[in-house]
């Protein structure tokens, strides 16, 4: 008998008949003699209809109160669930974040897991029950509600798996797998079997919402090896393997190019004639740290006559108030003036194999360019290049990519960078 940890995400939890549908795939997963504990999200929308309805009452919501109005829209899905399981006959129990004890800090919005008690979920499993458990909440030290950013529950099904030592985490959504890039975007795109934590990481980050970057940096540090697959076949789903002895399989097969992820969400800002001495950036990023504004590709250009240009990425939800807090650094630092692009899009491109080829940034700018599509901003690290483009060009950059490394065939079958 394994212990099975299986979390099904907005699309799965949709509607009542497909609440149904996850009640009996449950079903099934116990009829063949495991133990499960079910991690869901609130129905598809509930989460952005619950934030919209604060905004019509306040211009400035408390987080306090944000995390325990967005908890609501799990609580429901939990109930219903349980709800829909009794009634094919399976005993089941709901529990809240609270319940469960999972407790984290104190940063509503984004709270960090520090522990989970899963003593009360042993407790129910071995009365044979199914567990029920709400994602993307938790409790702090003190008993208030915390929420663990969007699309937290996949971090909520990954901690619950490191908790209570499961066999297997599945992550179900509308999609039977991880692919080369979202395929609601690039019908091309093609399955990836076994891809590493280490690139999974950097696509969810860059913008690859199938998974939630956050699962994906707990899999890593907790060694949970997680399954992503589809609630609407029984397709063999796609691993994200941790490192160790299948993880760095994953990454030694592993292609120049694994996948190319396109974020939508960015806004670039420039800030134009700093006057270029020490400690210059450091004056100028300091009030967007403090504020926790993300900030991504980072561009200095090389001094001209005594100044230089930044540019850099927020998301584009920050873009306002990091263009205000750097307007009041302005004539402390005597800088010409603070631009902002919100219609722009980061497209990257993630691999592990990048680190021992050269050749790809020559592939990639040339195929960009021969498409036509300018680059505002060019980042590297060493498994991933990520380029900042004019929005509309989101779509185009990464299909051009996606056929410059020919991602739509096997891996054998792809041409080397040099051919
Ligand atoms: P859930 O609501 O179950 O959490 P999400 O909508 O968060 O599901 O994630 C599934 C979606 O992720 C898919 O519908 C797909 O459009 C998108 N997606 C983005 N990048 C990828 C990718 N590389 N592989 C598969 N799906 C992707
Ligand atoms: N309901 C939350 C959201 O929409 C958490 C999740 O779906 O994972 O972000
Ligand atoms: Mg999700």
């Known amino acids: 008998m394994s212990l099975i940890v299986q979390k099904y995400g907005g699309s799965s939890m949709a509607s009542i008949e497909r609440i149904q549908h996850v009640a009996r795939r449950v079903a099934r997963t116990q009829a063949a003699g495991h133990k499960v504990v079910v991690v869901v999200s609130a129905m598809a929308g509930e989460t952005d209809r619950l934030l919209s309805l604060s905004g019509k009452i306040s211009s400035k919501p408390r987080d306090r109160e944000i995390d325990v109005l967005l908890a609501t829209g799990e609580q429901v899905s939990i109930a219903l669930l349980a709800l829909a399981l009794g009634e094919i006959g399976v005993e089941a129990r709901s529990l809240l974040g609270h319940q469960v004890k999972i407790v984290t800090d104190n940063v509503h919005g984004s709270a960090r897991i520090h522990t989970i008690d899963a003593s009360p979920v042993h407790e129910c499993l071995d009365r044979g029950e199914v567990v029920v458990v709400a994602g993307f909440q938790g409790v702090d030290h003190e008993g208030n509600i915390t929420t663990l950013g969007r699309g937290g529950s996949d971090l909520s099904a990954v901690a619950m798996a490191a908790a209570v030592k499961a066999d297997a985490c599945e992550i179900y959504s509308d999609v039977d797998g991880i692919y080369t890039t979202d ?6 795109a093609t399955k990836i079997e076994r891809i590493s934590c280490e690139e999974m990481l950097e696509l969810a980050s860059l913008g690859a919402k199938v998974l939630q970057a956050r699962s ?11 399954c992503c ?4 076949d029984d397709g063999e789903g796609s691993w994200v393997l941790p490192d160790g002895p299948g993880g ?15 974020d939508r969400q960015a806004a670039r800002i420039s800030v134009t004639r700093i006057p270029d001495r020490a400690g210059a950036a450091a004056e100028l990023f300091e009030p967007l740290g403090r504020e926790a ?18 540019s850099f990425t927020v998301p584009k939800a920050s873009a306002k108030q990091a263009q205000q807090l750097l307007e009041g650094l302005r004539s402390e630092l005597g800088f010409a003036e603070v631009r902002v692009d919100d219609c722009v899009a980061k497209v990257s491109i993630v691999g592990a194999g990048m680190r021992s080829q050269s050749g790809v940034a020559l592939r990639c700018f040339r195929a960009l360019g021969q498409a036509g599509v300018n680059l505002q901003l060019i980042s590297t690290s060493e498994i991933k290049i990520s380029v900042v483009v004019d929005e509309r060009f989101a779509e185009v950059a990464v299909r051009v990519l996606h056929d410059a490394f020919e991602l739509d065939k096997p891996q054998g079958e792809r041409k080397g960078l040099h051919d």
């Open 183 to 188: 395929p609601n975007m690039y019908a091309k």
């Open 216 to 226: 994906v940096e707990f899999a890593l540090k907790y060694g949970v090896a997680i």
């Open 229 to 232: 697959k589809s609630t609407f």
């Open 248 to 262: 760095s399989m994953a990454s030694l097969e592993g292609a120049v190019v694994t996948g190319i992820a396109a």
């Open 293 to 310: 504004i993300n900030v991504d590709v980072i561009v200095q250009t090389a001094p001209q006559d005594g100044h230089c240009d930044l």
